[in-house]
């Protein structure tokens, strides 16, 4: 027998609220559990990468280690950069605007439209180790996962190419250990060029106090001008 609905307002508003709490909060509750799951698989499969790297590179000048900050940060010293895994700790919806929601996958259930996300953003390692607290940092990636495991990146170079297909791309450990060497890859293709002359022409008597120290000219990759080769194709 069908259960009557309430006509009183204020019993058949709790009863909505008692639905988003069951299912969308629920949901959002699995998904960023899943994603901690995700992130924590990620750390580990970066140890495995650097241990295979320092296998062949006995350099000890070059950098190859993992500093973590924290349960949802750690940051990877990689040569002469440095990557800084982040894990959000909300959950996202794709926009309504979004073309994924035309796709059969989205179609088929509203829930596979909600996100946990984890950022990966580029620093040159010397910003970190001498506290340059005014050098740039470049977003290269977002890894978004929802609760079934299916993903998407929205990147630079090869990393937003290659995983731009959600309803067909499942995460695995193999993905996983490829996005990082992606990743590893597509910064390492920067260099730091030399900023134009008019850039640096100006410097306060502070900066020049301090130089012995640490030059507090703010430094990045690419100085806030695009170069051609910003967006290598790397796979």
């Known amino acids: 027998m069908k259960k009557k609905q309430s ?26 559990d899943d994603a901690e799951r995700v992130f924590d698989a990620l750390r580990k499969l970066i140890d495995q990468e650097l241990i295979a790297l320092k296998e062949v590179i006995k350099d000890e000048r070059v950098r190859l280690w993992v500093k973590d900050r924290g349960d949802h940060e750690f ?6 950069d440095v990557l800084v895994f982040n894990l959000h700790h909300n959950v996202f919806r794709l926009p309504d605007t979004n073309p994924l929601w035309g796709t059969a996958y989205f179609k088929s259930n509203p829930n596979n439209g909600y996100f946990g996300t984890i950022h990966i953003y580029n620093f040159l390692a010397e910003s970190m180790q001498q506290n340059r607290l005014d ?49 590893f890859a597509y910064a390492l293709q920067f260099d730091l060029y030399i900023p134009p002359f008019e850039y640096m022409d100006n410097v306060s008597v502070g900066q020049i106090f301090m130089m012995g120290e640490q030059l507090k000219l703010k430094t990045a990759k690419r100085l806030g001008f695009k170069m051609s080769s910003d967006d290598p194709e790397i796979s």
Do not use: C
Request: charged share 15%; glycine share 6%; hydrophobic share 45%.
């Open 75 to 80: 940051h990877v010293y990689i040569g002469s």
């Open 7 to 32: 006509t009183d307002p204020i019993v058949a508003n709790r009863q909505q609220l008692i639905d988003i709490l069951l299912h969308k909060s629920a949901l959002k509750q699995d998904i960023a």
């Open 135 to 183: 050098d740039m940092g470049n977003l290269i990636a977002r890894i978004f996962v929802n609760h079934e495991r299916h993903f998407f990146i929205e990147g630079k170079g090869s990393l937003g190419a290659t995983f731009n297909d959600p309803q067909h791309m499942l995460l695995s450990e193999q993905l996983l250990q490829l996005i990082a060497q992606m990743a």
